[in-house]
């Protein structure tokens, strides 16, 4: 955004878009502003007291003197400058006057701009702030410019930044996992079908986009070693809930020699204290701006006090709390816990729950058994208050004969899982692993409703804009 002038060590250029004027008669104050870095930018003389910095010039729509290519040094013109015009800005780099605040320690006078693309005044009304939902996406081109949602994309890069961190510094590996896959992962009914080429042009070969990158890692782990991915993953499901997307990110890990139950909790421990405490270092000030900062502290002290509750004690826990099955009865020993009542028994808890050892029935047929009871998985979701499960994780299926029981028990064919089959005879490294949905960690962290607030481009049903 800033360089030096060429010939003139006094000067400095400024390129960027005009984020807001205010003039007065003898003098015009600018704010230019690219990416997370903006100036202000002193047109004329200072003979009267500053205005606030930031302010806006309301009367934009008049305006039709200055067209790309312009020159403006005049302070009476500069009015006619547009919200969003992208400008090349020459003047003098002058320290700021004292008591005057801005985001950089120095302002821009005796200043020129030369207008390379006039910005339209009447897009700034477009997505104002505090548009509705359904403006905010129907016209999502503009909301990225809101100062608040701009915040939040920085925010899901430093979340994704934290993920990276904690991987690395614990010896993971990085890697790239295909969209496309010909087997499904988490259930059928939820895949996005298409013909993928086939050997012959005339004869495609059936093919999917993959709800999990889980398989992926799990084949390149005994030879990388322990790795993870940030990469999308794809539901079809005709869901309209806050929570779910056809598309989302997906941060995905596998660890190899996790023998014991207890070894896999420490693992999601470990990340979650990690994550959330690099997330509120790596990401104060955008969380400051947000009013977020305290909030996404007090949860780094939760993640210092989780709950550990079996299924059984979670069904037990509705009971004492009168929390009943949407048939309006209690829920019995096996039943699964809807998506409602599980959530309304996370926020009375108030706390980080790990939910473990579900009935088998419930989960994928690659989730290790209970040694001390086979009818139960040893499969962790993590579920926080007011999101309900961001996590779903566990111990992988290591016995080949038992893996090729429950693809047949589960009405899958267990020729199309060749490869999964055979890393259970080719030297299996005792695995476990994890997903989880960066929208939804994002919402928890940071107060939001719906997952369409934090994510750049929501896909879901009916919707595929911009």
């Known amino acids: 955004m800033f360089k030096p002038v060429a010939g003139d060590d006094s000067k400095i250029e400024v390129l960027g878009l005009v984020r807001s004027v205010r003039s007065g008669k003898d003098f015009a104050f600018v704010e230019v502003g690219y990416g997370d870095s903006q100036v202000q930018v002193v047109f004329g003389s200072k003979k009267v007291k500053e205005p606030t910095v930031g302010s806006f010039v309301s009367d934009h729509a008049e305006v039709k003197e200055l067209d790309t290519g312009s020159f403006v ?40 701009a030369h207008i390379l693309s006039r910005g339209d005044p009447s897009t700034v009304s477009i997505c104002p702030p505090g548009a509705s939902a359904e403006i905010r996406l129907e016209r999502r081109l503009y909301y990225f410019r809101d100062k608040e949602f701009i915040e939040i994309l920085r925010l899901s890069d430093v979340l994704c930044q934290s993920f990276r961190k904690f991987f690395v510094a614990g010896g993971c590996l990085e890697v790239l996992p295909p969209s496309f896959t010909g087997v499904e992962c988490e259930g059928g009914a939820t895949l996005f079908k298409l013909d993928h080429p086939g050997r012959s042009s005339t004869e495609p070969m059936p093919a999917f986009l993959t709800q999990s990158s889980q398989f992926a890692l799990e084949y390149m782990l005994p030879g990388v070693g322990d790795c993870f991915c ?116 996370i926020d009375t808890l108030d706390k980080i729950v790990f939910l473990v050892k579900f009935p088998r029935e419930f989960k994928s047929f690659y989730m290790k058994l209970d040694p001390l009871d086979e009818s139960y998985v040893l499969g962790c979701d993590v579920e926080v208050p007011g999101v309900g499960e961001i996590i779903g994780s566990g111990m992988r299926e290591s016995s080949f004969e038992r893996l090729t029981e429950r693809l047949i028990s589960a009405g899958l064919d267990p020729a199309d899982y060749k490869e999964y089959l055979e890393l259970r005879k080719s030297g299996f490294c005792l695995t476990s692993g994890m997903g989880l949905g960066l929208g939804r960690m994002l919402c928890w962290l940071l107060d939001k409703q719906s997952i369409r607030d934090v994510v750049a481009f929501p896909r879901f049903p009916g919707y595929l804009m911009p």
């Open 230 to 345: 940030i990469a999308p993953s794809y539901r079809a499901e005709h869901s309209h809930t806050r929570r779910h997307l056809t598309e989302f990110t997906h941060v995905e890990a596998e660890w190899g020699g996790i023998d014991t139950f207890d070894k896999h909790l420490e693992k999601l421990s470990s990340m979650l204290q990690s994550v959330v405490g690099e997330f509120l270092k790596l990401g104060e000030k955008s969380l400051k701006k947000l009013g977020k900062y305290e909030r996404v502290a007090g949860l780094l002290e939760k993640t210092k006090d989780i709950v550990v509750l079996t299924h059984r004690d979670a069904i037990e826990k509705c009971r004492e709390l009168s929390i009943d099955g949407p048939d309006g009865k209690p829920f019995g020993d096996r039943d699964d816990i809807p998506e409602a009542q599980e959530r309304k028994l």
């Open 73 to 112: 040094s005049d302070p009476k013109k500069i009015k006619e400058l547009t919200i969003g015009s992208f400008v090349s800005v020459v003047g003098k780099k002058t320290d700021l006057p004292t008591g005057v605040y801005s985001s950089q320690t120095f302002e821009i006078t005796d200043a020129t």
